[in-house]
């Protein structure tokens, strides 16, 4: 199947879809998902993300470890449980050895 | 640049809650330059502890998780005799200093890096021995 459209107002461009794709192309049409070859390329693009969006996406700092910890325990049952768990820790770290010195 | 440190529990607990602006701006410029977070054995085993007191499973494992992304340190044989030296010490000069205490400062020393914590009180102790030990706090 080749399909040519208007990408931009400058030139052209052939797309020439493998046969998967073209069924593809063709079921949506005939369900009435789209109207037409544009419709179906203009919902297309319109699932792709946004160029910021893209490169947030590929950016290794964009889910670095440093976001993914910042409010891991933000709600306010997993903070309060978080401090439980600092308070037992410490309490734990100052609790006076059962004999005193005998030096 | 930030100098690579040691996190102490309380300290990454304030940072993973992300309520302390304090903590989070200094914990953001850390990760600007150093990527992950360094933190020893015993702060995972308080929480792990803590957690697993609580029945906490669903925490556990997503902090878990995290904590797996950055750097652990585990005490060795020499930070063992270290913390030993520490609480000796502490001790003849009249202070009682658990051994996590010790332990955490004596990976610190060890590495040479600051540990960052805001139980500033609690380590007065371990300093007065003597122990070439650099304290932050972040709060």
Redesign the interface.
Known sequence: MRLEGIIDKQADMTITLSPDQEQAVRAAIRAGRVASFEEFIDRALAYLPREDEALALSSPAARSVFEQGLGLFGGPEDAALLDEVVSIAYEERRRPSRRGPTL | MTVEAILD??IL?E?????DAAV?GR??GY??DH???TFTSVTVC??V???E??G?SR?LS??MA?LK??EEITSIDADYLAAATIKATA??Q?S?V?L??CLIASIAVRLNQPLVTG?TE?FRAILRTGVNLAIENWR
């Open positions: 529990t309380d607990s940072y993973v809650k992300g309520h989070a914990a953001a990760a600007g990527g992950v977070f308080e929480i502890y803590g957690l007191l609580k906490a925490q997503k902090v995290w992304q950055n001790r003849k009249g009682v658990e996590p205490d139980n609690d």
